[in-house]
């Protein structure tokens, strides 16, 4: 997706600030702006502020400081249900003593609707979750996945423009929960409408975002599409929270033509991909992917240093066999490799020899 600037989005949060006691910020000068149609996914750790940062998008929440825009116009003194906004919650937020079709009418008589246009709405809400059937049920007699449907049709039954859903499926098991994923990204695409979606979990980020961005201690550390994020983090925080990561520290040697050469504590030198270091002695955090290490000299890329390893465990994983090394005073080394016809296993003692691309290996700042 092309950068969004605040003149064309659909929601701009603009030096937002948040604070519950007047003197710490949960939220410190947030700018994001959002296209319409665009999903988003507001990604982080426990207290990091995504959630703070939708519950103000929502209107449950007021800024300290900044304003907030949607479809242009300001929102910070409109209340909630005045706002158009579709909300999902992780704990479905369903009356227990109503109906599905009840819970779904009581956004549109909010708005006064008529009898007829509500049944028509409900109906259809109903049938884009696979539901149909279920318009006489109470959420007790569902399951915790038909729960969630029911509630994403209730978000969905007004036509919202903007719907946000605060960690939805972190109810749901694995296998379900994979499965709506698919389901609301697919409802996101047929319907084109804007979502701003809170998770603690990458997988979930990376699977159905068009950009996420990745929270820390009340900022924005990175704001990207997926494979933006994993192949190319801008920082240690994002490199270690976006998937498994191997980190060497060492000190940069020298830098020239896009290239890093970096001496690790251990003093082995390597090569790698300068991102946010720029001078000989900085310190830095040299961070690779499991799966871009290679042990096959076949493979290794010509001229780039390489390191000793020794095997200390190998865990089947069915499509990937997942090792653990010991490399330049690390135990927690890992190489990723698929599980394929005629894959070189390794074995726990084993001594090899490791490389990688520069490009794979990023030089980034030392946490």
């Excluded at 749901?172 to 698919?182: C, I, S, V």
């Excluded at 998937?243 to 050469?261: F, H, M, Q, S, Y």
């Excluded at 830095?284 to 493979?299: D, W």
């Amino acid at each position: 997706m092309t950068s969004v600037s605040g003149n064309n989005a659909f929601v701009a949060f603009e030096h937002v600030q948040k604070s519950y006691d007047g003197v710490s910020l949960v939220v410190k000068d947030l700018n994001l702006n959002i296209a319409e149609g665009e999903f988003l996914t507001m990604l982080g750790p426990s207290g990091s502020g995504k959630t703070t940062c939708l519950m103000m998008l929502a209107g449950f929440e007021t800024a300290t400081h900044g304003e907030i825009r949607l479809d242009g116009r300001p929102i910070n003194q409109v209340p909630p249900h005045k706002r158009g906004i579709g909300m999902v919650f992780q704990n479905y937020a369903l009356f227990p003593h109503m109906t599905v079709g009840e819970n779904l009418s009581f956004p549109l008589e909010v708005r006064g609707m008529g009898k007829d246009e509500r049944e028509t709405r409900i109906k259809r809400a109903l049938d884009m979750v696979q539901m149909g059937a279920f318009a006489n049920r109470r959420p007790a007699q569902l399951s915790g996945g038909q729960q969630q449907r029911i509630a994403l049709a209730r978000a969905l039954v007004f036509d919202p423009k903007l719907v946000l859903m605060d960690e939805p499926l972190g109810a749901l098991d694995k296998q379900l929960r994979e499965h709506m994923q698919f389901e609301i990204k697919r409802l996101h695409e047929s319907l084109g409408i804007t979502v701003v979606y809170v998770t603690h979990d990458q997988g979930e980020a990376l699977t159905m975002s068009d950009r996420v961005a990745v929270f820390n201690d009340g900022r924005i550390q990175q704001l990207a599409p997926p494979a933006d994020l994993y192949e190319r983090p801008e920082n240690s925080f994002v490199a270690q929270f976006i998937g498994e990561n191997n980190k060497l520290p060492g000190t940069v040697e020298e830098i020239a033509e896009g290239k890093a050469l970096v001496r690790l504590e251990t003093g082995e030198l390597i090569d790698a991909t300068p991102v946010n270091v720029s001078a000989k002695g900085q310190k830095t955090l040299v961070s690779i992917r499991p799966e871009r290490i290679e042990f096959k000299p076949e493979l290794m890329p010509a001229g780039a240093h390489g390191l000793d390893a020794e095997v200390l465990e190998v865990i089947y994983m069915g499509d990937i066999l997942r090792t653990r090394m010991r490399v330049a005073g690390s135990d927690d080394f890992v190489l990723k490799c698929r599980n394929t016809l005629g894959q070189t296993r390794l074995n726990p003692g084993e001594k090899i020899r490791i490389g990688w691309h520069p490009q794979d290996a990023r030089a980034l700042d030392a946490i």
